[in-house]
């Protein structure tokens, strides 16, 4: 099963190296990795995407990425209410005579154009990897000039506020 890890760390050389040495060692597949800044200056942020079997390895994983010396913090957030985008750059070949065409596929995915040329068009696709994946394969056929994806961010949604008991004046 694919397991949503984040990691907090200090914004050193070197952690990068480190925190994936470990995943290494361990065997674990990373299937996508993000890195960047945070709110807090000297501080940055890992999102990985890791295929686990066992959920015992990835408790060991969880407390050994924790005893790092940079790292700050770990969380499993998979089974947390979350917050997951992608962003993918995708260069279609798109003759003018198809454009409409590819665009009424491209419309209902909320991507926009950020490039164009001749014969090719590039758009940009944000979204979670599920609603990417949709994408490509609509817009396979047209032909994919050149696919590249971010890979994935993520991190907990704010717990929802719960409703109090509000006073009437009918009662």
């Excluded at 040495?21 to 945070?38: C, D």
Aim: net charge positive; glycine share 6%; charged share 25%.
């Amino acid at each position: 099963m694919k397991r949503v890890i984040t990691v907090t760390v200090i914004n050193q050389s070197g952690v990068l190296n480190r925190v994936t040495g470990l995943l290494m060692k361990r065997q674990f597949n990373i299937e996508s990795i993000t890195v960047g800044h945070t709110e807090q200056p000297g501080i940055s942020k890992m999102t990985f995407i890791v295929h686990v079997e066992d959920e015992n390895k990835i408790e060991q994983l969880v407390k050994q990425l924790s005893k790092q010396i940079d790292v700050i913090k770990v969380n499993d957030i998979t089974d947390k209410s979350i917050v997951i985008r992608e962003l993918a750059l995708i260069k279609i070949v798109a003759p003018p005579n198809l454009r409409m065409e590819i665009n009424s596929i491209v419309e209902p995915f909320r991507g926009s154009i950020i490039d164009m040329g001749k014969n090719v068009v590039t758009y940009q696709i944000v979204g979670n990897p599920e609603k990417i994946d949709a994408f490509i394969e609509l817009i396979q056929p047209y032909g994919i000039k050149e696919l590249t994806r971010t890979g994935v961010t993520a991190f907990v949604r704010d717990a929802p506020v719960k409703p109090t008991a509000q006073l009437s004046i009918l009662q």
